[in-house]
C-alpha cells in the first residue's frame, strides 16, 4: 500500500538556518527533497504588534508518516517561540515522483 506524500511548510529568518534543516531533514531521510525559497515578506501580529518579516520559505517533501517526525524535528530546531509548521497534503501527484518521495525516506539512499 503507497504511503501518502504531503508537504511539510516552514519559515525561517536567515539562510543559514534554512540551510541547516533542509540538510539535517534530508541526512536524517525525514524529506526527500527541500525547496528554501528567499526573499518572502510575512506580515503578522505578534503580541498585540503588527510585524513585517523578510523570510525564507522551506518546503519539505516527504510521506504522512515522516511528516510528524519531521515536524517534531523543526519544533526542537526552530528559533522562533512559536515556528511555522504546517502540512499540506497531496491531492494529485505524479506516480513517479510519489514513488521516488517514499524511496528517499524509507531507506538510505547512499
Given at each position: 500500500?503507497?504511503?501518502?506524500?504531503?508537504?511539510?511548510?516552514?519559515?525561517?529568518?536567515?539562510?543559514?538556518?534554512?540551510?541547516s534543516?533542509?540538510?539535517?531533514?534530508?541526512?536524517?531521510?525525514?524529506?526527500?527533497?527541500v525547496?528554501i525559497?528567499p526573499n518572502?515578506?510575512s506580515?503578522?501580529?505578534?503580541?498585540?504588534?503588527?510585524?513585517?518579516?523578510?523570510?525564507?520559505l522551506?518546503?519539505?517533501k516527504?510521506?504522512?508518516?515522516?511528516?510528524?517526525?519531521l515536524m517534531?524535528?523543526?519544533k526542537?530546531?526552530?528559533?522562533?517561540?512559536?515556528?511555522e509548521i504546517?502540512?499540506?497534503?497531496?491531492?494529485?501527484?505524479?506516480?513517479?515522483?510519489?514513488?521516488?518521495i517514499e524511496?528517499a525516506?524509507?531507506?538510505?539512499?547512499?
Amino acid at each position: 500500500m503507497r504511503e501518502s506524500c504531503c508537504i511539510v511548510t516552514t519559515t525561517v529568518d536567515n539562510a543559514s538556518l534554512a540551510n541547516s534543516l533542509a540538510e539535517d531533514a534530508i541526512k536524517e531521510h525525514l524529506a526527500a527533497c527541500v525547496q528554501i525559497i528567499p526573499n518572502i515578506t510575512s506580515y503578522y501580529e505578534w503580541r498585540g504588534q503588527l510585524e513585517k518579516s523578510q523570510e525564507l520559505l522551506l518546503q519539505f517533501k516527504t510521506t504522512e508518516k515522516h511528516a510528524q517526525l519531521l515536524m517534531e524535528y523543526l519544533k526542537k530546531s526552530h528559533s522562533y517561540d512559536t515556528p511555522e509548521i504546517i502540512m499540506l497534503r497531496t491531492g494529485d501527484i505524479d506516480p513517479d515522483y510519489e514513488k521516488w518521495i517514499e524511496m528517499a525516506v524509507n531507506q538510505d539512499l547512499s
